[in-house]
């Protein structure tokens, strides 16, 4: 079975600095794809940024970058100059096998 | 309208009532999807659906029913619910299957609470 953890339930950071969350899954597959998405307080959830596993080069978009270690099968999301609006629910999740798999979450509070 | 909208956005109910989740989107997509979102646990794929045909059905109990009678609207109907069912339900569409890398887009969710 496809399994994906997060062992950071909850995490802080002051605003301007950097934060890594982490994220580890169990895979058989060879090629797959892994999001991470953001789901802000009662608001909807969105993509923060995809990384196909193939690819060896580390996904980027603005201040959100990944850390992608295939072979620990490792999935970290780094954060810089975390800014207000960036707390929120984290999800790592990852699709192979026609499924979807979602960790349960890293709360990000990020204080002024 | 544009995205994903949810309706209704609360709904209480009874054991015995049968009510029903609407999902709408408004971006062409072509790939629907029921979540359900509990306390303290991961998203669970319920439903998918593309060009409205169910391609995974993740062991749910029959007491929720999903229909798709286009690409653009998703309902799941409900019927006999417990009060583990109570929960945050999300749809979310994508232009293609998720597994191909296709980006989901989420609606905010219908909260239930049966009772």
């Known amino acids: 079975a496809q399994t994906v953890t997060q062992s950071q339930p909850e995490m802080s950071v002051q605003e301007a600095e950097t934060v890594t969350l982490s994220c580890t899954y169990d895979?058989?597959?060879?090629?797959?794809?892994l999001f991470w998405y953001k789901q802000p307080p009662s608001r909807q959830m969105i993509l923060v940024i995809r990384?196909?596993?193939?690819?060896?080069q580390n996904a980027t978009e603005n201040r959100f970058s990944v850390n992608f270690q295939k072979a620990a099968k490792s999935f970290s999301l780094k954060i810089s100059d975390s800014q207000l609006g960036d707390t929120a629910m984290y999800f790592c999740?990852?699709?192979?096998?026609?499924?979807?798999?979602f960790g349960s979450g890293t709360k990000l509070n990020v204080k002024p | 309208e544009t995205g994903v909208t949810q309706t209704p956005r609360h709904l209480v109910m009874g054991m015995t009532n049968k009510k029903s989740l609407k999902c709408e989107q408004h971006?062409?997509?072509?790939?629907m999807y029921w979540y359900k979102q509990s306390a303290k646990k991961p998203l669970e794929l319920m439903f998918v659906?593309?060009?409205?045909?169910?391609?995974e059905n993740n062991s749910v109990p029959s007491r929720f029913s999903p229909e798709c009678p286009n690409s653009s609207h998703l309902f799941l109907h409900l019927h006999t619910l417990q009060p583990e069912d109570s929960a945050l339900y999300l749809c979310?569409?994508?232009?293609?299957?998720?597994?191909?890398?296709?980006?989901?887009?989420f609606g905010p969710g219908t909260r239930l609470t049966v009772t």
């Open positions: 979310a569409s994508s232009q293609g299957l998720a597994g191909g890398g296709y980006e989901q887009y």
């Open positions: 895979t058989s597959e060879n090629n797959y794809y």
């Open positions: 990384q196909e596993a193939y690819k060896q």
């Open positions: 999740s990852t699709y192979n096998f026609n499924k979807f798999y």
């Open positions: 971006l062409g997509h072509n790939a």
């Open positions: 659906y593309n060009f409205k045909e169910q391609t």
